[in-house]
């Protein structure tokens, strides 16, 4: 018999960033699976969607994972370069042909990439850089408030012109939200957000497609045949579904009653077959992203890497509730994609790189504070 030795085990350390992948690792597990179902009766089969799916994911980790080992401060020397390109690229999505009246994507590869999702982490990045060099300046009028107002502004309204309002308004309330935390002085920022609301109503009521989806989310049976027909059919996805749902594949409206089934309203057909229990876990796991990214930026070195780890949780939880919201006829029919959930390869990446950042600041940030520390262990071995 061997004597007694002391094993000991490496600490298990939990951090808000570590909780943040393992919930993304979930929603895309669970994306997969309800796609697979909800492509199931579209042109090309389910196998066409889920590998394209595959594809882009593949690109997302590959994108995500150059991000999170680059320096990134290193790379705030190419802020203005980042910035400018993107713009570029909302300019030159103006000048190809319209897919389904607007024109938001450019051709590459075989693949549409939509430059609206890009131009989102770009500004981001641009305004993160921009109020952090100028942090002493935060409550001069000119450099801290009207300068970095300006750039969100000219974001927007080429979203505005494509058209695509709703990542104009996440494009916008992302921006000003960063003008907030910076620093940005409230007397400045109120009277803007006032202006800002009473113009997107006016271009709203201005636009009859718009606001036709407007006056159905507020009488959607009375409109449940004309433009208020994909928000009833998602809620009588929901009905249908109820705890415990249908099952994969046994759901109807996929079967052409609930158009784009597989991307902007992929919720609803999740409620359909897998019930209450999985959309319920969706929420929670998006609420989960957004806790554990309030507590990770909290130790953020400085005002840079603050601002840009915010803005790209926000990015990812925004944009979930403004999905979730028209799914469920708690906002107007707005098309958005689920984040890590919808099929689209735009977005996909877009939320490979958005999670590439803060993997990455998780990695350089100096100590994470655990949320859970195991304490080591000690194993005798006979």
Avoid at 273 to 279: A, D, N
Avoid at 287 to 294: E, K, N, Q, R
Wanted: hydrophobic share 55%; proline share 5%.
């Amino acid at each position: 018999m061997s004597s007694p030795s002391a094993v000991l085990r490496r600490p298990l350390t939990i951090t808000p960033a570590s909780v943040i992948v393992v919930c993304v690792a979930a929603l895309v597990s669970l994306g997969l699976v309800v796609l697979f179902s909800a492509s199931s009766p579209i042109k090309g089969g389910p196998y066409a969607y889920l590998y394209k799916q595959l594809i882009f994911l593949a690109l997302s980790i590959g994108a995500g994972w150059l991000v999170a080992i680059v320096d990134l401060e290193h790379l705030r020397r190419f802020a203005w370069l980042v910035a400018g390109a993107s713009l570029l690229s909302l300019v030159l999505v103006l000048f190809t042909h319209p897919v389904n009246g607007s024109r938001r994507w450019l051709g590459l590869g075989g693949f549409g990439l939509q430059m609206t999702e890009f131009a989102k982490l770009a500004l981001v990045f641009t305004l993160a850089h921009y109020l952090a060099i100028n942090q002493s300046r935060l409550h001069d009028f000119w450099r801290g408030f009207a300068l970095p107002l300006a750039g969100i502004g000219l974001f927007v309204l080429l979203a505005i012109v494509e058209p695509d309002f709703g990542a104009a308004a996440l494009l916008g309330g992302i921006g000003v939200v960063l003008l907030f935390l910076a620093g940005a002085r409230l007397k400045f920022l109120l009277p803007c957000i006032g202006a800002a609301v009473l113009a997107f109503v006016v271009l709203v009521a201005n636009n009859p497609v718009r606001l036709q989806r407007v006056l159905s989310f507020l009488d959607p049976e009375a409109n449940r045949q004309g433009s208020g027909y994909q928000p009833w059919q998602a809620l009588l996805a929901f009905a249908a579904g109820g705890v415990d749902g249908v099952g994969l594949g046994n759901g109807r409206q996929q079967n052409s009653f609930l158009p784009f089934a597989h991307t902007d309203y992929i919720f609803a057909i999740m409620g359909e077959e897998m019930g209450l229990i999985f959309t319920l876990l969706t929420v929670g796991l998006f609420v989960t992203i957004f806790v554990a990214g309030l507590l990770h930026v909290r130790r953020a070195p400085n005002l840079f890497q603050f601002l840009l780890v915010t803005g790209c949780v926000l990015l990812i939880t925004l944009q979930a509730i403004i999905n979730l919201g028209v799914v469920t006829s708690l906002l107007p029919s707005k098309g958005m994609s689920l984040p890590f959930i919808s099929a689209g390869g735009s977005n996909l990446l877009l939320m490979g790189l958005l999670v590439g950042i803060i993997i990455n600041s998780q990695r350089t940030w100096e100590r994470p504070k655990p949320l859970v520390r195991k304490r080591a262990l000690t194993e005798v071995v006979a």
